[in-house]
């Protein structure tokens, strides 16, 4: 058993590599015997790329300068909404990182939402559901990445049957473009103008 090794470099060779047992039931074995962190290197490694890559894309000006050119025409509380949740979905599938597709969108579009009087809560349900919600349904997703492996299903099978997953963005367009349901949701003296 590990736990009676005292020696450190024996801890961190389990933590790496993972522990390997003589257990004889299958199921528990193939619980136990994991492999350890460099069997999660994959994943790690991915969301890390992600997040260098969308670091670096916002570092240079490139997205603030896109959702700029892409903020200026709009007129209509609604298309700023359904603009932020667009911006959201696009930058998942270019980084295929949900944290970027939160963080990016979310900056660009606070002062617009504070500046047009639309709550913040309504940017960040937007961000939630065109965010967090569509990475799973990405490929080259962290999210979907790591469910396909895990799972053991590719996306593109899994996906139909995700309907919370590509129902919520379309809720949250229609919330955004339907005046009864924004006075729902809103409140009567908040109603997004279209």
């Not at 058993?1 to 060779?13: A, C, G, L, P, R």
């Not at 003589?22 to 492999?35: H, K, L, T």
């Not at 979905?89 to 606070?110: D, R």
């Not at 997953?165 to 908040?190: C, E, H, M, V």
Request: net charge positive.
């Amino acid at each position: 058993m590990i736990q009676q090794q005292t020696e450190i470099d024996v801890w961190f060779s389990v933590m790496q590599s993972g522990y390997n047992s003589n257990i004889a039931n299958e199921m528990v074995a193939s619980i136990v015997n994991r492999g350890g962190m460099q069997s999660m290197m994959w994943s790690v490694s991915l969301i890390l790329i992600a997040l260098s890559l969308g670091g670096l894309i916002q570092h240079c000006g490139v997205i603030e300068a896109f959702f700029r050119k892409l903020i200026q025409p709009l007129k209509r509380k609604s298309s700023i909404v359904l603009m932020s949740g667009a911006s959201s979905i696009a930058v998942n599938g270019m980084t295929g990182e949900q944290y970027l597709s939160i963080l990016l969108p979310g900056q660009m579009f606070k002062d617009e939402y504070n500046r047009r009087g639309i709550p913040a809560k309504t940017l960040s349900r937007t961000l939630e559901d065109c965010g967090t919600l569509v990475n799973p349904l990405i490929p080259w997703g962290v999210s979907g990445a790591f469910f396909a492996v895990t799972l053991g299903v590719p996306v593109i099978e899994y996906a139909p049957y995700a309907t919370f997953l590509w129902l919520s963005p379309f809720i949250t367009f229609a919330y955004a473009l339907i005046p009864r349901l924004q006075r729902n949701s809103l409140g009567k003296d908040q109603e997004i103008s279209r």
